[in-house]
């Protein structure tokens, strides 16, 4: 299925669940590269842990997809391709992975919220991102920071 196949699925899903979507873009998300990542990404979202995230601005290039924008929806889909968040954009900043902040680490919401820990984890991650897309990692590559804000939590989800 393409991500517009799984982003219709989707939508008409929460439909039939009778979620509501808010007005903006929409877009198809995902966290994680890994069942296990995906799902402590999504607990600590649904938690309220994690407000933020980061992701690698060549990725957005290499899939042809548009950078996020404030106001764009989200729905965050699992690996399978069933909905488990909307989310809305509140704010988005372009920076150097060297130059991500603390306070972006912390509203990430990963391990002790450092920002040691968020280099750490955010480089190994992003090091695979660069080799599925034939790029090398390095202080300077673009990383998107967003912040969102939790608009649904799909829990009532058939055969999740």
């Known amino acids: 299925m393409n991500s517009s196949d799984v982003l219709n699925s989707a939508l ?46 060549w990725a957005y290039d290499a899939e042809r997809r548009e950078m996020p924008k404030p106001g764009d929806v989200a729905i ?3 690996s399978q391709g069933r909905p488990k968040l909307v989310t809305q954009i509140e704010s988005v900043e372009l920076l150097p992975f060297s130059e991500v902040s ?8 990963e391990g002790d919220k450092s920002l040691a820990y968020w280099r750490e ?6 090091s695979r991102e660069c080799a599925r897309i034939g790029k090398v990692a390095s202080p300077e590559m673009p990383v998107v920071c967003a912040r969102f804000k939790v608009m649904n939590v799909v829990s009532s989800s058939p055969a999740a």
């Open 76 to 78: 965050v889909v699992n």
């Open 121 to 126: 984890t955010h480089w190994q991650f992003f």
């Open 12 to 57: 008409q899903e929460l439909n039939t669940l009778g979620v509501e979507i808010p007005q903006g873009r929409l877009t198809l998300d995902s966290y994680g590269d890994s069942p296990e990542l995906e799902r402590e990404l999504l607990e600590l979202i649904k938690s309220g842990s994690k407000t933020a995230s980061a992701s690698l601005a």
């Open 102 to 109: 603390s306070e972006h680490a912390a509203l990430e919401g």
